[in-house]
C-alpha cells in the first residue's frame, strides 16, 4: 500500500516583525506527514510549533509573516489560496484544530451543544433538527455521560477534560482529513490526559483521518504517534519513526531532550547547559551550537543538511555528516536528495 | 532519623457559600524526618498546595495537630520570628511570585532586612551576592527587576530568596512546573545541591510521577485531600498497593514500550470537594472495590510493607 502524503511543508519561513526586531520563529521547516498517521512534533517552549499549526491555516497572527515557503496540502499550496478558499474550503472543514485550552477555545455564549449544531448546519448541510440529532450522537461517541444535559450547559461549565471532549466532538463534526492537536492534554491531569489520548486514538482510526500532535511531552509522542518531529529554535532538526527518536536519537540535542525529562528511564535529570536562545537574535550557523557539546567551527557558521540516516529518518547535524563520512563513503553513494523528511518519495 | 514534623488528622475545610465547605485536607496524617525530601503526589485539587501551606503555617488549619520539631503549631497565633525563618516556600509560578516593581536585590535582601539578619548595607550586598552565585547567577543581576529575567532565572531568584535565611524546611510548591523541560532538570540538580550543602528538609510537591520518583525519597499520595498511599519512594514504584496509585502509574505515558502495562483507564472524573463520596473517597472510580465497605467505612492509613503505609479495604 504506497502511503500518500497528506501534507508537505516545504522550507518554511516565518518571522514576527516586533518592536524589539525580528523574531525569526521559523528558519526553514521541512515535514511530510502521510495519510492516516498520527505524526507528533515536539520541543521545548518557543521552539515554534505552534506557527508551524497556524501558518498550516493560514493563521500566523500579526506581526508575524510567513515570508518563504510552501505548504502542500493534498498537493494544493495553501499559501497561495486566497483567504476566502481557505476559509469555505479548508479551515474548520478539511483541516481543524484543538487547543490547549478549549474553554477558551469555546464560544462562551452558545451552549455546548449549539455549537456543535451550528458548526454542522454551516458546514454540512443539515438542517435544524437533523444538526441536534447528530450532535447528541457525536458527544455520546466522546463518552460525555448525559450527552443531553452536557449539550445544554455552557462552556465554562465544563471541566477541563469534557471541555476537551466537546471540542473534540466539534472537530470530528465537520469529518476533517488533517486534526491539528496543539497540546491537547497539557492542561490536564495524567488521569484525564490518559482518557482523551485513547480517545482520540480510537476516533481516528474510526474516521480514518490523520493527526498531527504538538505538545512538549515526548512520552506522549512516544504512546500514541507513528512518527516525530523534534524541532528546536525554529528548526526541524530530526524526524524519525517514534522507535528511531526513541532509541537511536543522533541530533545533540534531541539526545539531551531524552536525557533532560522525567521519565521511566532516567534515575536522574541531566542538564542541557544554557537555554533556548531569543529567536531576535539566533544563534548563527546551527541553532543549537552554543548549547551543544560537540561544537566544531563550521557549526557557528553553516547551516547544517538535512540528512539521511537511516529509512525514514533524517537529521541536520554537523557531527552526523562528519560520523557517516569516516564510515564508508560509498555506502552512501545513493545519498538521498530530497527535502527534509524521513522518506524518499520515488525510492 | 530525627523527626522534623509530625501531621495529626489535619483538616482544612474552606467555607464556601452559606453552609458549605471546600474539604481540601481531610485528615492527613503523615511524618517527616529531617533530611528528607517528601514528595506530594496527586493530582489537580487533591489537597497538595493546601496542606504544604499549612505545613509552614501559612494558612490555618482547621483541625488536627502539626508538630514542628515537638512544638505544636497549630496552636500558636503567630509564629515566632524564628520560626518563621526556619520555614520556607517556592511558589509554582515564578512570573506572578516575585514583586514585578522591586529590583532583584529587594526581593532577595527583604527578608534579611526583616529579620534584622544584616548589620550593613555592605553585608546585605556580599550576602545577596553570595547567594546569587549560589543558585548559579552573576552579581550583574541585581540591580535587574524579574521581567528581564527567564522563567528558570526567577525560579532562581525565588529560591536564594527562601535560602537566604537559612532555613530548615522547605515547602517546594511544583516548582519547575512552569519551566521546560532542560530548565527543570537544571533547577532539580540545584535544589539537591543545596539540601547537601545546607541539611535542609524539603517538601516536594508535585503532579508528575516520574519527577517525583527522581527527587523524593518518601511519597504520599494525595486524592480529594486524603492520602491513599504513602511510604518510601522506591517501594511505592516498584509496588504500589493501592488502586489508585496503580491507575496512575499505569496510564503515565512511558518511552519505552516494554514499560508500558494494560492502562487502567479510570471511569469519570475526581469528584467534587464539596460533598466527596462518603467512605473510601476513591470508591466511585475503583476498578477493585470490594463491596459495600468501600461505601461506607473510610479506610484507615495502615502499614501493608514496611514504612509503607495504604488506606484501603482489600488490605484490612
Ligand atoms: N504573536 C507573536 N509575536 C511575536 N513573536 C511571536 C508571536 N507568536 C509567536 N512568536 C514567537 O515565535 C516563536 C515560536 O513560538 P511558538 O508559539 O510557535 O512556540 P511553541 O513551540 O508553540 O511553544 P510552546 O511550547 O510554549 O507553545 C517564539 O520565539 C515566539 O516568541
Ligand atoms: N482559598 C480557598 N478557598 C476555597 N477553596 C479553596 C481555596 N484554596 C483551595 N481550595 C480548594 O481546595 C481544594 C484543594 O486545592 P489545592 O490547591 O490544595 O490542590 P492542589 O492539589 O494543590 O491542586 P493543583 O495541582 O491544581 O495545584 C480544591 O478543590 C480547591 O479548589
Ligand atoms: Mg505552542
Ligand atoms: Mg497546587
Redesign the pocket.
Known amino acids: 500500500m504506497a502511503e500518500e502524503i497528506l501534507l508537505e511543508i516545504k522550507d518554511l519561513r516565518v518571522n514576527f516583525y516586533t518592536y524589539r526586531g525580528v523574531v525569526k520563529a521559523l528558519n526553514g521547516v521541512n515535514l511530510k506527514i502521510y495519510e492516516g498517521e498520527f505524526f507528533g512534533l515536539v520541543g521545548e517552549t518557543g521552539c515554534g510549533k505552534s506557527v508551524t499549526a497556524s501558518a498550516v491555516l493560514n493563521l500566523v497572527q500579526n506581526p508575524g509573516k510567513i515570508e518563504e515557503g510552501e505548504i502542500l496540502f493534498k498537493q494544493k499550496n495553501l499559501l497561495k489560496m486566497s483567504e476566502k478558499e481557505i476559509r469555505e474550503k479548508i479551515r474548520g472543514k478539511e483541516i481543524t484544530m484543538i487547543m490547549q485550552y478549549p474553554i477558551a477555545a469555546l464560544n462562551p455564549v452558545i451552549n455546548n451543544g449549539d455549537q456543535i449544531a451550528e458548526a454542522l448546519i454551516a458546514n454540512k448541510n443539515m438542517n435544524e433538527s437533523e444538526a441536534r440529532k447528530r450532535t447528541i450522537e457525536l458527544l455520546k461517541e466522546v463518552n460525555i455521560p448525559q450527552p443531553e444535559k452536557i449539550a445544554r450547559q455552557f462552556p465554562h461549565q465544563l471541566s477541563g477534560g469534557m471541555a476537551q471532549r466537546v471540542m473534540i466532538a466539534m472537530m470530528l463534526s465537520t469529518e476533517p482529513s488533517l486534526l491539528i492537536a496543539d497540546e491537547p492534554t497539557t492542561a490536564l491531569?495524567v488521569s484525564i490526559q490518559a482518557q482523551v489520548l485513547s480517545l482520540l486514538k480510537d476516533l481516528i482510526s474510526k474516521h480514518r483521518a490523520t493527526v498531527l500532535l504538538i505538545t512538549h511531552d515526548l512520552s506522549v509522542v512516544a504512546e500514541t504517534c507513528s512518527r516525530v518531529g523534534v524541532m528546536y529554535a525554529g528548526d526541524m532538526v530530526e524526524i524519525g519513526t517514534v522507535d528511531q527518536i526513541i532509541n537511536n536519537p543522533q541530533h545533540p540535542y534531541t539526545k539531551g531532550l531524552i536525557k533532560a525529562i522525567p521519565s521511566d528511564r532516567s534515575k536522574e535529570l541531566v542538564e542541557i547547559r544554557g537555554s533556548v536562545p531569543d529567536l531576535v537574535n539566533p544563534p548563527s550557523g546551527c541553532r543549537f551550537h552554543p548549547r551543544c557539546d560537540y561544537t566544531k567551527p563550521i557549526c557557528k557558521k553553516e547551516k547544517p543538511q538535512v540528512l539521511q540516516v537511516e529509512k525514514e529518518h533524517v537529521t541536520a547535524c554537523f557531527l552526523y555528516e562528519e560520523s557517516r563520512n569516516k564510515k564508508s563513503k560509498e555506502e552512501y553513494a545513493g545519498e538521498y536528495k530530497g527535502g527534509a523528511n524521513g522518506r524518499t518519495d520515488s525510492a | 532519623m530525627e523527626e522534623l514534623i509530625q501531621l495529626k488528622e489535619i483538616k482544612?475545610y474552606?467555607?464556601?457559600k452559606k453552609y458549605k465547605y471546600?474539604?481540601?485536607?481531610d485528615g492527613v496524617s503523615l511524618s517527616i524526618n529531617k533530611r528528607d525530601i517528601f514528595g506530594?503526589v496527586?493530582?489537580?485539587?487533591?489537597?497538595?498546595?493546601?496542606?504544604?501551606?499549612m505545613m509552614i503555617h501559612l494558612?490555618d488549619s482547621t483541625s488536627g495537630s502539626i508538630f514542628y520539631k515537638g512544638k505544636d503549631i497549630t496552636k500558636i497565633k503567630k509564629l515566632e520570628k524564628n520560626l518563621r525563618r526556619n520555614m520556607q516556600i517556592v511558589f509554582?509560578d515564578p512570573y506572578s511570585s516575585l514583586h514585578p516593581r522591586k529590583k532583584i536585590k529587594d526581593i532577595i535582601g527583604s527578608g534579611l532586612r526583616t529579620h534584622n539578619l544584616v548589620r550593613s548595607e555592605g553585608e546585605l550586598v556580599t550576602k545577596i551576592e553570595q547567594f546569587l552565585n549560589l543558585v548559579g547567577m552573576g552579581e550583574e543581576h541585581l540591580y535587574r527587576y524579574p521581567h528581564e529575567l527567564s522563567g528558570g532565572q526567577r525560579q532562581r531568584i525565588a529560591i536564594a530568596r527562601a535560602l537566604i535565611l537559612n532555613p530548615e524546611f522547605v515547602v517546594l510548591?511544583?516548582p519547575t512546573s512552569s519551566l521546560d523541560v532542560s530548565v527543570q532538570a537544571e533547577i532539580l540538580n540545584l535544589l539537591k545541591k543545596l539540601r547537601e550543602e545546607f541539611d535542609l528538609t524539603y517538601v516536594f510537591?508535585t503532579?508528575d510521577l516520574y519527577l517525583a520518583r527522581i527527587i523524593t525519597e518518601k511519597i504520599a499520595i494525595?486524592y480529594l485531600?486524603k492520602i491513599m498511599e504513602y511510604g518510601d519512594t522506591e517501594s511505592i514504584f516498584k509496588n504500589p498497593l493501592h488502586p489508585y496509585t496503580e491507575a496512575l502509574f499505569s496510564v503515565i505515558p512511558k518511552l519505552d514500550p516494554q514499560k508500558r502495562t494494560k492502562k487502567i483507564i479510570l471511569k469519570g472524573e475526581i469528584p467534587?470537594?464539596f460533598d466527596p463520596p462518603l467512605g473510601c473517597r476513591f470508591h466511585t472510580r475503583c476498578m477493585k472495590k470490594i463491596g459495600e465497605i468501600c461505601e461506607k467505612v473510610s479506610p484507615p492509613l495502615k502499614e501493608v510493607e514496611e514504612k509503607h503505609f495504604v488506606s484501603c479495604h482489600l488490605y484490612d
Open positions: 491531569d | 482544612k474552606f467555607p464556601w471546600v474539604k481540601a485536607v506530594l496527586g493530582e489537580s485539587g487533591s489537597g497538595k498546595t493546601t496542606l504544604g501551606r494558612i509554582q510548591d511544583e510537591i503532579h494525595m485531600g467534587s470537594p
